[in-house]
């Protein structure tokens, strides 16, 4: 009898633990979940420093946020929020913080990402000093380091459609300082004959940055992942640097 008991207790105390864990489990459950996708670019080529993102509640555009970088507020329009800086050298290379926070239901959380250092094309070797590139040359892109960057990209663009979300951006997977461009590439517009100037950038990128009209040649993201990751917030977040343009005029002949 007092076995049967016990094993009846033993029963229940099952249940009841199995309960509690569906309940816990059922709590952890958000009663919102949000999104933030966004950029930091960090433009040499034209001096330019911004930030630009957008940020959803429930895959909703939420437009009641604020969103800032220490003392620095980004504005709300057109369902994205941006702040632009007066001067790229007011954020060093180094560790700083997106801070966002839903005001309606006083939600917060914020993004930890990493400015690299600044960087230069050092020489592009494969062309003569006018510049004129032949294609049946090989043209190779040496570049200094940018400290604390995850990894680089070349990027090239006609000179007209810079800016655009056009050209051509590949992946730095040598890892070195240098990387050969895509022959594949330099195309000819149908109302180019024979000649066309190309811009010639090198991107270094940390953390997982979205595509911006304000990179001058789109970001290929093919190897990127969304790097946040919680229960209740997900998303991108992630610097572009951009270096100053080198260029090059390709030839059929």
């Excluded at 990402?113 to 062309?127: H, Q, R």
Aim: aromatic residues 12%; contains cysteine; hydrophobic residues 40%.
């Amino acid at each position: 009898m007092m076995k049967s008991i016990k094993l009846y207790l033993i029963f229940l105390i099952g249940i009841m633990v199995f309960a509690g864990c569906n309940r816990r489990a059922a709590n952890l459950e958000p009663d919102n979940t949000y999104t933030l996708t966004g950029t930091l670019v960090k433009n040499l080529d034209i001096d330019q420093l911004l930030v630009i993102a957008a940020f959803k509640r429930n895959d909703t555009t939420l437009n009641r946020a604020i969103i800032n970088i220490g003392n620095d507020t980004l504005a709300n329009a057109a369902n994205q929020y941006i702040f632009t800086y007066d001067d790229p050298s007011d954020l060093a290379a180094g560790d700083y913080y997106l801070k966002i926070k839903d005001t309606v239901t006083a939600w917060s959380d914020s993004v930890l990402f990493t400015v690299p250092g600044n960087f230069a094309i050092d020489t592009l070797s494969g062309i003569p000093e006018n510049r004129v590139y032949r294609t049946s040359n090989t043209v190779s892109i040496s570049f200094l380091i940018s400290l604390e960057s995850d990894g680089y990209l070349y990027a090239i663009a006609h000179e007209d459609s810079t800016y655009s979300n056009h050209g051509f951006s590949e992946y730095v997977t040598s890892g070195a300082a240098s990387v050969t461009i895509d022959k594949e590439q330099m195309t000819f517009p149908e109302n180019i004959n024979d000649t066309i100037r190309y811009e010639v950038y090198m991107y270094s990128y940390t953390g997982t940055p979205s595509n911006t009209p304000f990179l001058p040649v789109v970001l290929n993201t093919e190897l990127l992942n969304d790097n946040i990751s919680k229960l209740d917030f997900t998303g991108n977040f992630g610097v572009v640097m951009v270096t100053p343009r080198d260029s090059l005029v390709a030839v059929t002949q």
